[in-house]
């Protein structure tokens, strides 16, 4: 049996659920959650699958081209998505009114902690990674440099 689009959002909610209500996002997931659409059409397309018809919309149909020995990196690569947007969506305002308070940016320092151990697993297991982005100077020495 193929995995469908339901499947991956209860996984993921099972994963994910409580990061995803802490970030007030929405945590229903039957088959038409916008909260998971983006993580599921992102990895379809990191995977080399063929996009969805409606990239924010993706079906059953979609998700179904994941072969059974791949289920375990896609729903991998989907949970480090749905990280990723969750951190996006976070308010990490500490907030302290009289005694109690919510410690908000706490919780945004143990998602990304989270975020790493997720790439490091990505890395060693399936050899994948978030590519890089560095910066510095090129510099270029010419004749009229040298004279």
Do not use: H
Request: proline share 6%.
């Amino acid at each position: 049996m193929a995995l469908n689009r339901p499947q991956v959002e209860e996984i993921l909610f099972r994963r994910m659920g409580p990061a995803m209500f802490r970030a007030e996002m929405t945590v229903t997931f039957d088959g038409t959650n916008p909260n998971f659409s983006d993580p599921i059409s992102w990895s379809l397309l990191e995977l080399e699958y063929t996009a969805p018809a409606d990239i924010t919309q993706p079906a059953d149909a979609d998700v179904a081209q994941v072969p059974t020995s791949e289920y375990n990196f896609f729903l991998a690569l989907c949970e480090w998505r749905l990280c990723k947007n969750i951190l996006g969506n976070l308010d990490d305002t500490d907030e302290k009114i009289g005694p109690t308070g919510m410690w908000n940016s706490q919780f945004a320092k143990q998602m990304e902690r989270y975020l790493a151990s997720l790439e490091t697993r990505l890395s060693s297991e399936y050899g994948w990674g978030p590519t890089m982005l560095s910066t510095g100077t090129l510099r270029i020495v010419t004749i009229q440099e040298d004279a």
